[in-house]
């Protein structure tokens, strides 16, 4: 398989991606800092027509590579990472899976997990069956982790099968405080560019009406339950065991795609049982807090695991 262009690495600064092939998965990941390990879990689902992937963490990861070493990783399915072989294996198993599996593969241990939106699913599954390997938990903006009768959205079947740089625009300038501020901005015309055909396109992500059609029922029909039967799962073991890691929820006050009650729900289950949990709430910050404000999330993230690294 050919190098993928992909879109600009998540740090203005960084070295080009590298790539390790992760159980016959071609992986894009980005390696940049040293000190402590951190891993930065992105969202999304397998539709792909938003371009969820590692990229989104371009202003956290610059912040936190000054500091330590920091991967961000495309998922399966996501980014320059293959797809799945079969629709089988659209899942929530599988990209839990495919992550733990490039944990061993660069051999890292005592690492931080940092997991936004759908990625704080996996971050807390992870950090729940491998305690060995993570030493602390960091969760944002998450509607599919928390306990909630609601179901965890995908992109809505109204939206365009093949999506216009406006409508791209609509749907992720919601996420933000003030889209029309740097880097909302700058980010937003990022992804307004990547809408539509180019190299800059995964080969098994066409852009293509036919294949963002499969990729949008793949994410509905086999993705979504078994995120939910996951779901379920993982709340029963925080409920039963708690983290053995300390815990950092980081949440925005007015994100409508991951309502503040759902952060509060999270908290509330998690400090019962956990070692320690502190719970961070940015008054004006919506789904894309680690973007909008990267300087404070960081800095939050950072005083956090220097007074663990204290204790």
């Known amino acids: 398989m050919k190098d993928q262009i992909g879109l600009p690495g998540p740090s203005r600064t960084a070295a080009p991606a590298r790539y390790v092939m992760v159980g016959g998965i071609r992986t894009r990941y980005f ?23 590692c990229d989104d963490w371009e202003g956290l990861f610059d912040e936190l590579a000054a500091h330590y070493r920091v991967i961000a990783v495309d998922k399966l399915g996501a980014g320059g990472t ?27 241990r005592g690492v931080v997990l940092v997991g936004h939106s759908r990625g704080a699913l996996e971050a807390a599954q992870i950090a729940l069956e491998l305690p060995g390997f993570v030493t602390a938990v960091v969760l944002l903006d998450s509607s599919s982790l928390p306990p909630s009768g609601d179901q965890p959205a995908t992109v809505p ?4 099968v093949v999506p216009s740089a406006d409508w791209v625009r609509l749907r992720l300038g919601a996420c933000f405080a003030n889209p029309e501020a740097e880097p909302a901005r700058a980010y937003l015309l990022r992804k307004q560019r990547w809408c539509g055909p180019g190299p800059h396109h995964h080969e098994q992500r066409p852009w293509l ?26 709340l029963r073991r925080i409920e039963k065991q708690g983290f053995r890691q300390p815990v950092l929820i980081i949440w925005g006050m007015k994100d409508f795609s991951a309502p503040f009650r759902l952060g509060l729900k999270l908290l509330s289950l998690v400090e019962v049982a956990s070692r320690h949990v502190e719970f961070h709430a940015l008054s004006c910050g919506r789904h894309l807090i680690h973007l909008e404000f990267s300087s404070l999330v960081g800095g939050v993230i950072h005083e956090f695991l220097t007074r663990e690294a204290d204790r």
Do not use: C, W
């Not at 495919?98 to 593969?105: D, G, P, T």
């Not at 009406?209 to 993982?234: C, I, Q, W, Y």
């Open 157 to 160: 079947a109204s939206g365009p």
């Open 82 to 108: 293959d797809s799945p072989a079969a629709d089988a294996d659209f899942t929530q198993h599988a990209r839990t899976n495919h992550l733990v599996e490039f944990i061993r593969e660069l051999g890292l």
């Open 31 to 53: 390696d940049q800092g040293s000190g402590p390990v951190i891993l930065l879990i992105h969202g999304g689902g397998y539709d792909y027509r938003l371009g969820v992937a």
């Open 209 to 234: 009406s036919a294949e963002l059609a499969r990729a949008h029922e793949l994410d509905g029909k086999v993705f979504l339950p078994d995120m939910n039967s996951t779901r379920t799962m993982v």
